[in-house]
């Protein structure tokens, strides 16, 4: 059954077109996977799900939550509520800077599920625990490592127990020794059954974890199917340009 | 007759006017600090208001903070001891039965003192707010957060750490306004020492006595203001990692 649908999502920076008419029906437990050349849009639609962008056409539903846009006043209320089901984690995680790994994973417990602090506390300690960071939990973010910092993100969006979890390329601001142990963690929650929409240009990474893989170019969904449809057969010329060029990249005389 | 140099400054005289102008040092910070919370208060909100350009609002708050910078602070002092009876005394014509001789002077003098440097402080608020990572803002709004609770959660907390040593300034620049306060008729160490120096005509002794006083106060105030700032910094080194 669809927990999510996007009907005809239209979303432009001034005259910049980036969501061409974006139709796309996610189901609960999916893994979708969402590739495409950068600058197609891929984040701005990771962001519109959860209006951190606000698309001018369009409909949003949510389980019982519909958005029509443009939103009106009355509406308001539909995008925190849609907020508090859906976690997000940002390509640059956005810790907060002055919180603790702990306090950064309680922040969204107490302010926005309003737990007792207790119960809090030990929701919060369970989630780190899950992400190996449990003895990082009096920590400040500049003080772990780009490796780790991700990590505690996804704790802080795991804690609230989203329907849904959106990744926007949670991997692309780190070292590439750096990149196994935040898979690792992204692959453990993958396989607890939870909902996840992932921006990725790990290639490999995509194909193995997602049931379902959207190409994204020119603003609109231009492949999707099984990993296997996409990464093989693309249907169109343009995913198959992208994908020879990305399998070239990894061709052995690119390395040295 | 040789005139001798304690017959123009005598340190004994000096150090024997300071217990007399201690025992006002209440007044002074009393002053200081109901006009400080004036002043933050005021201050944030101008600082919020031209921080999300609120509509009709924020004209109107960057032309008081032009008026308020525009002008000099004794200025506004006499405006507003002078100002506030007047303007009572119209609300009384028409109908009001406020008793103006009732409104200690105090009032006008934090009520001035607080507005002049909320103009101040405002700026201090207004740029540290806009240091507040756009990120973690966004973070917080993507968790279901409402506007008003990343204001109280995120952006207030942070800015405010980042205000700290502006808001350092901001209370010195009041105890030190303070001595303006005179003029509005309160006995504060200023006064008191027109009125000592006014019955032995020991002025000289008595504003260095003054400055000595005020030195030290805002010495203390820079100390403590090091130690919240340091309280509140996130520490150089990172915490040794539990054993789990
Ligand atoms: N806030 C913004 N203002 C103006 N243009 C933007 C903004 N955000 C994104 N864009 C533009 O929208 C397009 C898609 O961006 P984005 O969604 O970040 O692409 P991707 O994530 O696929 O790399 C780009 O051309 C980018 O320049
Ligand atoms: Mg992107």
Redesign the pocket.
């Known amino acids: 059954m669809a927990i999510l649908e996007l009907k005809d999502i239209h979303k432009s920076?001034q005259d910049?077109v980036?969501l061409d008419g974006i139709n796309l029906s996610v189901n609960k437990g999916d893994i979708v996977g969402i590739v495409?050349p950068?600058?197609?849009?891929?984040?701005?639609l990771l962001r519109s799900i959860n209006l951190l962008e606000r698309p001018e056409q369009g409909e949003i539903r949510f389980e019982d939550i519909t958005l029509n846009l443009p939103l009106k006043g009355k509406e308001r209320k539909s995008v925190t509520a849609l907020r508090k089901r859906i976690g997000m984690v940002f390509q640059k995680f956005y810790l907060f800077e002055h919180k603790t790994a702990l306090q950064n994973v309680m922040e969204g417990l107490i302010t926005v599920q309003k737990k007792p602090k207790k119960e809090t506390e030990q929701i919060a300690l369970d989630a780190l625990e899950k992400v190996g960071l449990k003895a990082w939990k009096n920590h400040y973010p500049k003080h772990m490592s780009g490796g780790q910092q991700p990590r505690v993100a996804i704790a802080r969006t795991l804690a609230m127990k989203p329907d849904i979890i959106l990744l926007d390329e949670p991997t692309s601001a780190l070292d590439p020794e750096l990149v196994t142990e935040v898979l690792t963690t992204i692959k453990a929650i993958a396989e607890q059954g939870y909902t996840m929409l992932l921006?990725s240009h790990e290639m490999d990474f995509v194909s193995k974890i997602s049931n379902r893989v959207l190409f994204l170019d020119g603003g609109k969904i231009i492949e999707d199917g099984t990993p296997e449809e996409v990464f093989r057969h693309p249907k169109s010329d343009r995913a198959k340009e992208f994908f020879d060029k990305m399998n070239k990249l990894k061709e052995p005389e690119f390395f040295i | 007759m040789d005139t001798k140099f304690s017959d123009y400054f005598s340190v004994k005289l000096m150090w024997s006017r300071i217990p007399y102008l201690v025992k006002k040092i209440p007044i002074t910070l009393e002053l200081a600090g109901l006009a400080f919370l004036v002043s933050i208060v005021i201050g944030l909100l101008i600082a919020v208001i031209r921080y999300k350009k609120v509509k009709i609002l924020s004209p109107i708050a960057t032309a008081f903070l032009s008026l308020m910078r525009g002008t000099p602070m004794l200025i506004q002092l006499y405006v507003a001891y002078y100002g506030i009876p007047a303007i009572l005394r119209i609300f009384n014509s028409w109908g009001a039965n406020i008793d103006v001789n009732v409104i200690p002077k105090m009032v006008y003098a934090f009520f001035a003192l607080g507005l002049y440097q909320a103009a101040f402080t405002s700026e201090t608020f207004r740029a540290a707010l806009e240091s507040v990572d756009k990120g973690e803002i966004e973070a917080a709004t993507a968790m279901g957060m409402t506007y008003g609770q990343v204001l109280r959660r995120i952006i207030v907390p942070e800015a405010l750490e980042n205000a700290l040593p502006g808001i350092c300034n901001s209370v010195i620049g009041l105890v030190k306004g303070t001595s303006l306060a005179s003029t509005c008729g309160i006995i504060e160490i200023t006064y008191q020492n027109q009125i000592l120096a006014g019955r032995d005509y020991r002025y000289l002794e008595g504003y260095v006595a003054l400055a000595i006083i005020y030195w030290i106060i805002t010495i203390i105030l820079e100390k403590i203001f090091k130690l919240v700032e340091k309280k509140f910094r996130i520490p150089e080194q990172p915490k040794t990692v539990e054993e789990v």
Do not use: A, C, D, E
């Open positions: 920076f910049n980036v495409g950068s600058g197609t849009g891929k984040s701005t921006v």
